[in-house]
């Protein structure tokens, strides 16, 4: 199967300050990307939903401003979060899905804002 | 809207022990229901996906199995073992929308 890749998988930033985490799909053509996060103790719920070429598709209380979705190639997305606040703190999985519906999750990223 | 819920929340057992985690969905109109395991701080690992028209799949000591009808499906652990301590985590694909909806999670522990 695919092998998905995050960058950074943990991060630690003040306040306000804005944090850009990767997502990459190696030896595997990406067509879609789903962003979800998932706070302490609490399960997966997607963010969006992400075609490449496309803008994202954001779910009902996730902001589209907030939360910056890029998916220009077929091998990476990337979610930009704007001014992070503490409650932002949560894990952010990607998961890659292609012409099938076999889909490949990435390994997660843990942000904490300070 | 599909809701997916998993009971128990938390099991603990003694090692040796044969398990069921119990996975419900509103919604039975779904392409395929999937199990995942979750670590602590990990990301997730799949461990059984069935298909819409299947009734359960086999791996080692995991069956799992789906009765779409009453919108149910069950995760039997054989013979549990320490190593089998994580969260279980079911999800669902509705027919028509290739996202996932996931359930809260069983966190299971296995005594030794």
């Known amino acids: 199967g695919a092998v998905v890749s995050q960058h950074p998988s943990w991060v630690i930033c003040k306040s306000g300050t804005s944090v850009k985490i990767e997502c990459r799909s190696l030896?595997?053509?990406?067509?879609?990307m789903f962003w979800y996060r998932q706070f302490p103790k609490q399960s997966l719920m997607l963010m969006a939903t992400?075609?490449?070429?496309?803008?994202?598709?954001?779910e009902q209380g996730v902001e589209k401003d907030k939360f910056l979705i890029n998916h220009a190639s077929l091998t990476l997305s990337t979610l930009t979060v704007t001014s992070a606040h503490p409650e932002d703190s949560s894990f952010y999985i990607c998961?890659?899905?292609?012409?099938?519906?076999?889909?490949?999750f990435g390994p997660g990223t843990r942000l904490t804002v300070l | 809207k599909q809701e997916v819920t998993q009971i128990p929340a938390a099991l603990s057992v003694p090692e040796g022990e044969n398990l069921v985690l119990n996975c419900s969905f509103t919604?039975?109109?779904?392409?395929?229901l999937q199990w995942f395991r979750q670590d602590p701080g990990k990301g997730l690992t799949s461990l059984l996906l069935?298909?819409?028209?299947?009734r359960e799949q086999t791996s080692g000591r995991l069956n799992a199995s789906l009765d779409k009808s009453s919108g149910r499906s069950t995760l039997y652990i054989a013979a549990s073992q320490p190593g089998d301590s994580a969260t279980y985590l079911c999800?669902?694909?509705?027919?028509?929308?290739?996202?996932?909806?996931f359930g809260s999670g069983t966190r299971l522990q296995v005594q030794p």
């Open positions: 030896d595997f053509q990406a067509t879609t």
């Open positions: 999800a669902v694909m509705d027919t028509g929308r290739r996202a996932l909806t």
């Open positions: 998961v890659v899905a292609g012409s099938t519906d076999t889909q490949y």
């Open positions: 919604d039975s109109a779904i392409y395929n």
């Open positions: 992400s075609n490449e070429g496309s803008k994202a598709t954001y």
């Open positions: 069935i298909q819409s028209s299947q």
